[in-house]
């Protein structure tokens, strides 16, 4: 533990940001994970949303979200074939 207040705080901080971020990535994941071919375009358009809204608030990547983004598209598109 720190001695110094500031960075107690900070430690508080940081543990507060990550258990936050860990919510949105599971989120994400769990939303990729249950995406399938099958499914409809909304439910592409909700993991393409969470995952520019994670990229936006920088739990990921930027570059991250677009690849969940392409790989997703890619699925989309091979489906309609």
């Not at 507060?16 to 995406?35: E, P």
């Not at 608030?57 to 930027?62: A, K, L, M």
């Amino acid at each position: 533990m720190a001695n110094i207040k500031a960075n107690q705080k900070s430690m508080r901080q940081t543990a507060a940001r990550a258990a936050r971020n860990k919510i949105v990535r599971t989120r994400l994941k769990t939303l990729v994970k249950g995406f399938s071919a099958t499914t409809s375009a909304a439910t592409a358009s909700q993991v393409a949303s969470a995952a520019d809204k994670a990229a936006k608030s920088g739990v990921i990547h930027r570059n991250k979200a677009n690849r969940i983004k392409a790989r997703l598209a890619k699925k989309l598109a091979a489906a309609k074939k």
